[in-house]
């Protein structure tokens, strides 16, 4: 019998944190899944870690080579799904039992993309906050492709439920290591491509951030958000361009003030910020800029 949802995994190494996501899976209380995990040639025994699940869940599994990144084996996985829709889950995050019940009730044929949110667990002795906000996914302010171009990435990727064939149509997950946040890009792309988006007010699972994170915001993810801006840029109306560059400037001279790099940059982005599309955020950059002025006036001549 063909299963509903597909639940694709890619992983690399985390032995332990995978199993605790096959867990959550053991755990659901709808059944009508499988688990598609795709091994992204960890140097651990991934495929041991399955096998004790194998009773309790349809689970699949394939090794592929190394590619350095999470797209190729999400790409790999969801060629070998066979369920209508895909169901993203990061090795190191985790469902509540209810997650898939609750999600299946709400796919219908009018939402193309289904999206919740997930509380924010944070690894004991982490010294650095890598995330402000205990819970992560929100709501849409209006038109999708609007909310993203100007409001950043609304759908963490394990709460992602998306149509098979539209990921196939739009050729699945760009695979292209320069954009570092092919998540995003994915749900520009089946925006563009006109699938409806959906926000399901309901906190789902989990959000792991582990020590291996510390490390994550790094000048690669500033490039990958550069690139990504302008791969979709042109796409954008006249209108939104001009606010979507705006919100852009100002994320990507935030990033810097908070790597502590370029500040000659960041305060070339910030002037470019002038049309942004709140006033809280007009308020913000004005207040880094005045700290900015502040401190290049501190500095000795």
Not at 49 to 72: C, D, H, K, M, T
Not at 90 to 95: G, K, R
Not at 114 to 140: F, M, Q
Not at 195 to 218: E, H, P, T
């Amino acid at each position: 019998m063909t299963p509903r949802i597909s639940v694709v995994i890619p992983v690399f190494n985390r032995s332990l944190e995978l199993r605790r996501a096959l867990e959550s899976l053991a755990r659901q209380t709808a059944r009508d899944f499988e688990v598609v995990v795709c091994d992204d040639g960890s140097t651990e025994d991934i495929r041991a870690v399955l096998v004790p699940f194998e009773n309790q869940i349809e689970v699949r599994y394939q090794r592929i080579q190394n590619s350095g990144g999470p797209a190729r084996p999400r790409n790999v996985a969801i060629a070998l799904a066979r369920g209508e829709w895909i169901a993203f889950l990061d090795s190191d995050d985790w469902w509540d039992a209810n997650r898939l019940a609750v999600v299946g009730a709400d796919l219908s044929d009018d939402v193309d993309l289904l999206y919740h949110s997930l509380r924010v667990v944070t690894a004991p002795g982490l010294t650095r906050i890598l995330e402000r906000r205990r819970v992560i996914g929100e709501p849409l302010r209006g038109d999708a492709l609007r909310h993203m171009a100007l409001f950043g990435n609304p759908v963490p990727n394990s709460t992602a439920v998306v149509r098979r064939n539209l990921l196939t149509q739009i050729g699945g997950i760009c695979e292209d290591r320069s954009i570092a946040v092919e998540d995003f890009d994915t749900w520009l792309r089946l925006v563009e491509a006109g699938a409806r988006m959906r926000f399901l007010n309901q906190v789902l699972g989990c959000y792991w951030i582990g020590k291996d994170a510390i490390s994550a915001f790094s000048r690669h993810q500033i490039d990958g958000q550069i690139a990504l801006f302008e791969r979709h840029a042109a796409r954008f109306d006249p209108e939104l361009r001009v606010a979507a560059e705006a919100c852009h400037n100002y994320l990507i001279a935030s990033m810097l003030i908070q790597l502590g790099e370029d500040p000659r940059q960041a305060k070339e982005r910030l002037w470019k910020a002038g049309h942004l599309p709140s006033l809280t955020l007009r308020l913000k950059r004005w207040l880094k800029l005045a700290i900015m002025v502040a401190k290049n006036r501190r500095q000795p001549t």
